[in-house]
């Protein structure tokens, strides 16, 4: 990986979907492999990934630990030139950048996704979330176009592939799959099938609803962190079994250990590089 860091940008218009706990996995098993990894939260009003990495290095204080730690800020929702600064500070020195984006329509959000490598849209599997990406027949299911979402990252992919060449990965990542009914379960599927061949995104398993994820957020904890937790339930092993899986789907990068400093990668031009805390 020499050709500058990995940006991994997660985005969706809607709430609810597991984007951060997601974004946070990902970062963290990155970094456990010896990946120099950045993460930048766009959400200034949740600050959901910046207070789940706050709370991280508060354990690693409080218990003398030694955790795999991404460096971290938070955008402040508004600076066109705060988002440029932090962004060329984040991506020094950096294998991965992973961006976490707000549940709505964010203008900072489109710019990062169009920056992005790989761009990855987690869903619930039900309609009401499909609908962000595409419309269906409400009598046979058939998928009938794609939504304002699809067309958005559409021209997001056009306007990379014209800046630079780069083709974004496009992933749809379905989250919580075990709650839902099996034939709603398999209407969703074929039409993520169906729209996946006309708008050119991946499908790939993602993380379950479990209580273990809330249940570790206070103390910045992931599955990756299985010594923390003593012995390991049913639960437990089930759910480091998703992440690897969804880590293998995602089809990222390998690092090699004490790989030379990497050039910077997708910049947002003319801003100047500010010192940005672990």
């Known amino acids: 990986m020499s050709s500058g860091p990995h940006i991994i940008v997660f985005a969706n218009e809607k709430g609810g979907t597991g984007k951060s706990t997601t974004a946070v996995h990902v970062a963290i098993a990155l970094a456990a492999r010896g990946a120099r990894v950045s993460c930048m939260d766009l959400d200034h009003r949740q600050r959901t990934v910046g207070r789940y990495l706050d709370n991280r290095a508060a354990t690693i204080r409080s218990r003398g630990i030694d955790l795999p730690m991404p460096r971290h800020a938070t955008h402040d929702g508004a600076s066109e030139d705060f988002f440029a600064e932090t962004w060329h500070s984040l991506i020094t020195d950096c294998d991965f950048l992973i961006v976490d984006t707000p549940g709505r329509d964010d203008p900072f959000a489109r710019t990062a996704a169009t920056l992005s490598n790989t761009l990855v849209t987690p869903?619930?599997?039900?309609?009401v979330d499909f609908d962000l990406i595409g419309q269906v027949d409400p009598d046979t299911f058939q998928v009938t176009r794609p939504s304002f979402y699809s067309e958005l990252i559409w021209?997001?992919?056009?306007?990379?592939?014209r800046a630079d060449g780069t083709t974004i990965d496009w992933v749809v990542l379905r989250n919580?799959?075990?709650?839902?009914?099996a034939r709603n379960m398999r209407r969703v599927s074929d039409a993520l099938a169906q729209l996946s061949k006309r708008v050119g995104f991946?499908?790939?398993p993602g993380l379950g609803e479990r209580v273990i994820y809330r249940e570790m957020f206070p103390q910045g904890l992931t599955m990756i962190?299985?010594?923390e937790f003593g012995s390991m339930g049913i639960g437990h092993v089930a759910a480091r079994q998703e992440l690897r899986e969804m880590m293998a789907a995602l089809q990222l990068p390998e690092v090699t250990a004490g790989e030379a400093d990497v050039p910077p990668g997708p910049a947002v031009p003319g801003a100047a590089v500010p010192d940005v805390a672990a």
């Open 155 to 161: 021209d997001a992919r056009k306007q990379r592939a």
């Open 176 to 181: 919580r799959l075990q709650h839902i009914e």
């Open 225 to 227: 962190d299985a010594r």
């Open 202 to 204: 991946r499908i790939i």
């Open 123 to 127: 869903m619930n599997d039900s309609f």
